[in-house]
């Protein structure tokens, strides 16, 4: 079940992962600039259709993989707003991997593996579907499209 902990937004404002409670979400690691960087597109279309329904993406820029987010917090935040229209939650950039890797992702590559049960992000754009009951359900690749994962979806919503 997802942890209960902090979140710090792209804004600096901060918030519990509490808020979340009894919502489907869709946890991302983004970057500005990877060549799944246009999915932002697609993303910001499914939130346009469901959110009202209970649906949430959570976004996380990192810059983990091959520094494809370099940009402070209002250049990214700019970046997405201007180029793709982002209305859906942007938090500070985020630690996907390693020794100082984000409790939320932690969580979700633990209770998601990927592939042959491997817990690593292999690279941006990764999503997790979690239910409203808080449990991950899924992990989809970066090259999956987040229209793909549509039925996926509406089938918790």
């Known amino acids: 079940m997802l942890p209960n902990i902090e979140l710090q937004r792209i804004n600096g404002t901060h918030e519990l992962m509490f808020n979340y409670v009894n919502k489907v979400l869709l946890v991302v690691n983004v970057a500005s600039q990877c060549g799944f960087t246009p999915q932002y597109k697609e993303l910001q279309a499914l939130y346009d259709e469901f959110n009202a329904q209970g649906f949430e993406i959570l ?27 982002v209305t859906f939650p942007l938090f500070q950039k985020t630690d996907v991997n390693g020794p100082n890797t984000h409790l939320l992702f932690e969580y979700l590559k633990t209770a998601a593996p990927g592939l042959f049960g491997t817990q690593a ?4 754009f990764t999503k997790f579907l979690v239910g409203r009951n808080g449990l991950a359900l899924k992990r989809y690749a970066s090259s999956s499209t987040p229209a793909s994962i549509r039925s996926d979806i509406k089938e918790q919503l």
């Open 121 to 124: 992000i292999k690279w941006n």
């Open 59 to 85: 976004a996380f820029p990192c810059n983990q993989f091959g520094g494809q987010e370099p940009g402070t917090s209002t250049q990214i935040e700019q970046f997405c707003c201007d180029n793709y229209g």
